[in-house]
């Protein structure tokens, strides 16, 4: 068997070819692999775990399906930091906290969505800093829902906007000075992360890491680690 590890799939209410693809590949995936591990941005946004929107229906009642025959983990990500312990419930999934150390087939494999190794981008990191506030986020989870998708939608805006403006920027990419400092906090593990849409494998002198790709409409990735190592599998068309 295998473990799997997948992120940035930025599931929405709008992106019904990429909810589907993420159905299949959970009902493929279900009681043939060791677990998964979904390593942030699994969905474009989650406003809180009260969010009722009828397109979570079928992704959540998936994971839980999932999850009872497979163990299921899940990092948040830049865009679903909101997720809790309602969102567990919901899922059967066990959140993890970012960074988290596994041991696996032999190997000792650090995971991380990525965003707190983007430190260039200092605005960036001033808004991670405050939206990972318990009183910020206890402030805007007491706002009404609807208020609640009001600000998401006018962040995916201006989000979506700014990668029109700028495109795929170096400030958007992580840094190896803080890359270098995780790894070697943690001993020089393997890394593994998301969000930059940028996969590759990378070399740090004796450790290593992998990006994981982005999904994208009907396709997709994952990184597959076993008792050969870790290796690309490419998802959908
Ligand atoms: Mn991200």
Not at 10 to 22: G, I, R
Not at 50 to 71: G, I, M, V
Not at 73 to 83: A, I, K
Request: glycine share 6%; charged share 25%.
């Amino acid at each position: 068997m295998a473990i799997h590890f997948i992120s940035d799939l930025h599931l929405a209410d709008d992106t019904p070819a990429l909810n589907q693809l993420f159905l299949d590949t959970l009902a493929a995936w279900r009681g043939r692999i060791d677990a998964l591990y979904i390593l942030g941005d699994l969905f474009e946004y989650w406003v809180g775990d009260d969010d009722d929107s009828p397109y979570l229906d079928a992704p959540l009642a998936a994971l839980r399906e999932f999850a009872a025959a497979t163990p299921l983990f899940v990092m948040r990500g830049n865009r679903d930091f909101l997720l809790g312990a309602g969102f567990e419930a919901r899922s059967g999934a066990k959140l993890l906290e970012d960074p988290t150390l596994i041991e696996a087939y032999g190997q000792r494999i650090l995971l991380s969505h990525g965003d707190a190794l983007c430190t260039d981008d200092a605005a960036y990191q001033q808004f991670r800093a405050m939206s990972r506030n318990p009183q910020w986020q206890q402030a805007m989870l007491a706002k009404p829902l609807a208020e609640r998708h009001a600000i998401a939608r006018h962040a995916r805006a201006q989000s979506e906007m700014n990668k029109r403006q700028t495109g795929l920027t170096a400030i958007s990419d992580v840094t190896e000075t803080a890359v270098r400092e995780l790894l070697a906090a943690h001993r020089w593990p393997t890394l593994i992360h998301g969000h930059t849409h940028r996969p590759a494998h990378h070399r740090h002198d004796a450790s290593s890491r992998w990006v994981i790709q982005d999904w994208h409409e009907a396709s997709g990735g994952c990184l597959l680690l076993d008792d050969a190592g870790i290796r690309v599998l490419p998802l959908g068309r």
